[in-house]
């Protein structure tokens, strides 16, 4: 069965640069979460988008954006990227709201 | 979303039942138990959800307490395949707060 997609699995940027990740949800479903989950820690919740506007929002920086498309992928952009940035981030998607979410494999960005 | 507590870690032996506790005292009517685990690093994996009667699947079974202040996630023969953090999360809408889950460690 499709899972979720997302790209790239590894991404090295330094200080200050911007960087995008991809995600491209499960086939027909019309959800996308974004998780950050540092070193040791738990996965948090950023943002979400539902039929292509943002559904809601949680600890996501003002120096991150993100959108979701008309095929319902989805775009994470972080702009002047900071050491502590450093995590893996996670999409996931659903097929409306209040069903179970399928979560990606993850994108490790790494800023040095 | 109601606060839940679950164990910071617990062992089992391979082959054995694995009971999971999780407690959700402030929970409200309409919100959901889920239960998500994560096999280090991988993305989070969902495993069952319920919100008042008891859920069975092919990965576990989820046993609510009448007064749905608690649950327990049950793992009938646990594999070391499933070695994970598991999380409780009690959510009424899509948004998923994972908080300190059970580290589970299934022992050969």
């Known amino acids: 069965a499709a899972g979720v997609i997302q790209s790239p699995r590894h991404l090295i940027k330094e200080k200050r640069e911007t960087a995008t990740l991809k995600c491209y949800p499960i086939?027909?479903?019309?959800?996308v979460y974004w998780y950050q989950q540092g070193p040791g820690q738990d996965p948090q919740f950023l943002i979400s988008?539902?039929?292509?506007?943002?559904?809601d929002k949680g600890s996501i920086p003002d120096r991150f954006s993100a959108q979701q498309f008309s095929d319902y992928h989805s775009e994470l952009n972080m702009s002047s990227l900071e050491l502590g940035d450093s995590a893996l981030y996670f999409c996931?998607?659903?097929?409306?709201?209040?069903?179970?979410?399928?979560f990606g494999q993850g994108t490790r960005l790494t800023v040095v | 979303d109601a606060k839940t507590t679950q164990p910071p870690s617990m062992d089992c032996a391979e082959g054995r039942a694995a009971n999971l506790p999780c407690n959700h005292s402030?929970?409200?009517?309409?919100?959901?138990v889920y239960w998500y685990r994560q096999i280090h690093s991988q993305g989070p994996q969902y495993i069952i959800h319920?919100?008042?009667n008891n859920e069975t699947n092919e990965m576990a079974s989820l046993i609510i307490t009448e007064d749905r202040k608690s649950s327990t996630l049950i793992l009938p023969h646990a594999t070391l395949r499933d070695t994970a953090v598991y999380y409780c999360?009690?959510?009424?809408?899509?948004?998923?707060?994972f908080g300190a889950g059970t580290t589970v460690t299934v022992r050969a």
């Open positions: 402030t929970i409200s009517g309409n919100e959901y």
């Open positions: 996931a998607s659903s097929f409306s709201r209040n069903t179970e979410a399928f």
């Open positions: 988008f539902y039929e292509k506007m943002q559904s």
């Open positions: 319920g919100l008042k």
């Open positions: 999360i009690v959510t009424k809408d899509y948004k998923l707060s």
């Open positions: 086939p027909r479903h019309d959800t």
